[in-house]
């Protein structure tokens, strides 16, 4: 009975966190977020002027955790923290709303190798969406 406690005590303890919202940077405005995939499909609508973004987190950057990529609906776009105001846990996970600006951005050889290092030898696009972000609230798997 009282190793089934503790299992009790630690199980709780693990899964109170879960579903957590934990915000980095500046505080994101009021208002909806757009589905990264409703951002890529119509880009000229969305491009260029701040707002509210939202997607799955499928990759960190693993060396200080200065870059996200933020997937919806299968169209992808990677964040990056303006100046490197903040940084975010390298293991992050689950859904994420950002705000800032989006842009599509054309990569030289040396930066898609030097995104590829930075997440570890995933793939990287030559041509990819960005989001500058001066904030970020990611929620907990």
Known sequence: MRMFAVFALFTLAATAHAGDAKPYGKPLPDGASTPISQAVADFDAHA???A????RITQV???KGCWIVLEDNGQAARVMFADHAFLVPKDSAGRAEVHGV???????PAQVKH???DGKGLAVSSVEY???ADGAVLQAP
Do not use: Y
Request: charged letters at 30%; hydrophobic letters at 30%; glycine letters at 8%.
């Open 48 to 50: 260029g002027k701040p």
């Open 130 to 132: 960005r989001i500058l």
């Open 61 to 63: 950057c693993q060396t």
């Open 52 to 55: 509210r973004f939202s997607g």
């Open 102 to 108: 989006l842009s599509r951005k054309a990569l030289t």
């Open 115 to 117: 995104l590829e290092e």
